[in-house]
């Protein structure tokens, strides 16, 4: 079954820092793999996605993410985190199969960002 | 390009009653696609439309859930006899046809059932 990770439920990190989300995925095939990013009571803003080529990609509001195939992962980074950054974040996994069109999600983790 | 837009974006009912939400997609995308989010999960896939023609659905989508695209425009999902579990938030998201389009979400429905 095709699945997503998020092991981790929130990041806590101070303005300033670096910040990384954590994101694997267990998937039959080559994924697309895709950042969704979410405010309460809002529905989902896009990030960025990974489709081919260049394992780093970068995003909106100056986020990037790599992916790593071999370890499965699909991280989210920002060199410097912003409070306004605090929110709910996902990982989503989508398989090009015929038949079939459907993101599947992990459970997301909430990042806090200290002033 | 306005948006993906959903209506209501709240809507409270007793259980036993039908709901019925509509999803707007942005105007040139013809696919549809209906989520639902439970509070702290993720969204989990309910069903999706190319034009007006359902391709997917989803073992969630129980014989209580329907869903129509009928001019491949916009969408509505209709719950009847509405259950406590039905409460959630449903989203509506739309893109081109093609997996590596980003699929765009709308605000959402929060459906409440007393």
């Given at each position: 079954?095709q ?9 806590n990190?101070?303005e300033?820092?670096?910040l990384t989300v954590?994101?694997t995925?267990s998937?039959?095939g ?7 990013v979410q ?6 803003q ?8 260049d394992n780093l990609?970068k ?10 195939k071999s370890?499965t992962s ?5 060199p410097?985190a ?5 929110a709910l ?13 459907k993101?599947?999600f992990?459970t ?8 | 390009?306005?948006g993906?837009?959903q209506?209501?974006?709240h809507k409270i ?8 939400f509509r999803?707007?997609p942005?105007?040139?995308h013809?696919?549809?696609y209906?989520?639902r989010?439970?509070?702290?999960q993720?969204?989990e ?12 659905k989803s073992r969630?989508l129980?014989d209580?859930?329907?869903a129509e695209?009928?001019?491949g425009s916009?969408s ?5 006899r ?8 449903y989203?509506c998201?739309?893109s081109l046809?093609g997996?590596?389009?980003t699929?765009?979400?709308g605000p ?7």
């Amino acid at each position: 079954a095709q699945s997503v990770a998020q092991p981790e439920d929130q990041v806590n990190v101070a303005e300033g820092n670096p910040l990384t989300v954590k994101c694997t995925y267990s998937v039959s095939g080559n994924p697309y793999l895709f950042w969704y990013v979410q405010y309460p009571n809002r529905g989902l803003q896009f990030l960025l996605k990974y489709i081919t080529g260049d394992n780093l990609v970068k995003g909106s509001y100056g986020f990037e993410a790599e992916f790593n195939k071999s370890q499965t992962s699909f991280h989210l980074k920002k060199p410097s985190a912003l409070v306004s950054d605090s929110a709910l974040y996902f990982c989503a996994v989508r398989v090009p199969r015929r038949g079939t069109d459907k993101l599947i999600f992990g459970t997301g983790t909430r990042l806090q960002v200290f002033p | 390009d306005t948006g993906v837009s959903q209506d209501p974006r709240h809507k409270i009912t007793k259980r036993g009653q039908n709901v019925t939400f509509r999803c707007d997609p942005i105007s040139e995308h013809n696919r549809l696609y209906w989520y639902r989010q439970t509070l702290g999960q993720g969204p989990e896939f309910l069903t999706y439309f190319q034009n007006e023609a359902q391709l997917e659905k989803s073992r969630l989508l129980s014989d209580r859930f329907s869903a129509e695209r009928p001019k491949g425009s916009f969408s509505t999902l209709e719950i009847q006899r509405t259950e406590q579990g039905d409460s959630a938030m449903y989203l509506c998201a739309s893109s081109l046809q093609g997996f590596q389009e980003t699929q765009y979400f709308g605000p959402g429905t929060r459906l409440l059932v007393l």
